[in-house]
């Protein structure tokens, strides 16, 4: 997950070249490639799966959310890719306006319900994950947990709570936040933070920061915390999740977004592909398989692990008022970036 998006293009310019050299081989259709900024392990398992049903082979191309999408917005007309699957929104507000984006028929987009896809219809939710304060259950109880994101922006909050600000996922809690409480609140909660977090690089280390007792809790997201759980539990055996719940912005749902580039020279197998991950069978990968993200698609069952989206009292955040450049600039004058 490391590994950055210009390596990895970089490497697939060589395995191009090297293609090239025997073009015959490559008469037919070699399948579609995605630009992928959902972590890599969902991406594949939603190819491996969608080849198996169509036999229609996928190249995923691996980076971050707005690494990706600056990649795109680079590449325009002549980028190789069909599809692009991000993290967050925000990355696919920034390829939308762009005006890169194909607009998906009524057969995809009925596949997800209107809060979980933007209106004008150019990419659709394929997935959510909510926010969480996951905390070291030695040190916190009911009682002294946070009721609200702002608490943790409270001089008593200093030194408690790690947070990964470089990352996606934190810049699109950080945009929530914006478009619910306006720059000035976003402004002085980012101040506070500064204050108080402790910063770390990656949502998992976040957790095992908690875990190891370094601090008391962690603002990531849910899954990080399940997917350690069904694994060795080495970074979250001392760690439960707290919903803020109540519409705060702590417990902002963030939305993972797919969609169809207009320049795709596959745009009918990309098309098909965005149609799986919403459909059933692209939907049950979430509810069966080891991301523990949530299923958005109409009467999907996402893992039954997972606290129940409906029960999460999450505010109402339109996905495409998500500003990452505004989110940023915030985040970066506060210096956190
Ligand atoms: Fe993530």
Do not use: C
């Not at 984006?101 to 596949?111: R, S």
């Amino acid at each position: 997950m490391k590994t950055t998006f210009s390596a990895l293009a970089k490497r697939l310019a060589v395995g191009v070249a090297f293609a090239a050299l025997s073009v015959s081989a490559f008469a037919q259709d070699a399948g579609i490639t995605v630009y992928n900024a959902q972590h890599e392990s969902l991406a594949q398992e939603w190819a491996d799966a969608f080849t198996k049903q169509t036999g229609i082979a996928v190249t995923i191309r691996q980076g971050s959310d707005l690494e990706v999408g600056n990649q795109l917005i680079q590449e325009g007309a002549n980028s190789p890719a069909d599809v692009f699957l991000t993290e967050n929104s925000p990355a696919m507000v920034l390829v939308d306006n762009a005006g890169l984006f194909e607009p998906l028929p009524a057969d995809i987009t009925d596949q997800v319900p209107a809060q979980y896809r933007p209106q004008n219809g150019h990419w659709t939710g394929i997935a959510a994950r909510s926010t969480v304060f996951a905390y070291d259950t030695r040190k916190l109880t009911e009682d002294t947990l946070p009721k609200t994101m702002d608490e943790l922006a409270d001089p008593a909050w200093k030194g408690r709570w790690a947070s990964s600000p470089s990352g996606a996922d934190f810049q699109a809690i950080v945009a929530a936040y914006y478009a619910l409480k306006g720059e000035e609140a976003t402004v002085a909660w980012l101040k506070g933070m500064k204050e108080n977090t402790v910063v770390v690089r990656g949502n998992r280390a976040a957790m095992a920061a908690a875990n190891n007792g370094e601090v008391e809790g962690a603002l990531i997201y849910h899954y990080y915390w399940f997917g350690d759980q069904a694994g060795t539990k080495e970074s979250s055996a001392n760690v439960a999740l707290h919903y803020f719940k109540h519409q705060d912005p702590g417990a902002f749902v963030s939305i993972s977004g797919g969609g169809v580039l207009a320049s795709s020279k596959h745009k009918e197998d990309a098309l098909k592909f965005l149609k799986f991950v919403t459909g059933a069978a692209g939907q049950a990968v979430l509810r069966d398989g080891t991301s523990f993200e949530y299923a958005v698609g109409v009467d999907a069952a996402s893992n039954a692990a997972l606290t129940p989206l409906a029960d999460l009292d999450a505010p109402h955040v339109d996905p495409t008022q998500l500003d990452n450049i505004k989110a940023s600039e915030l985040m970066t004058a506060a210096g956190l970036l």
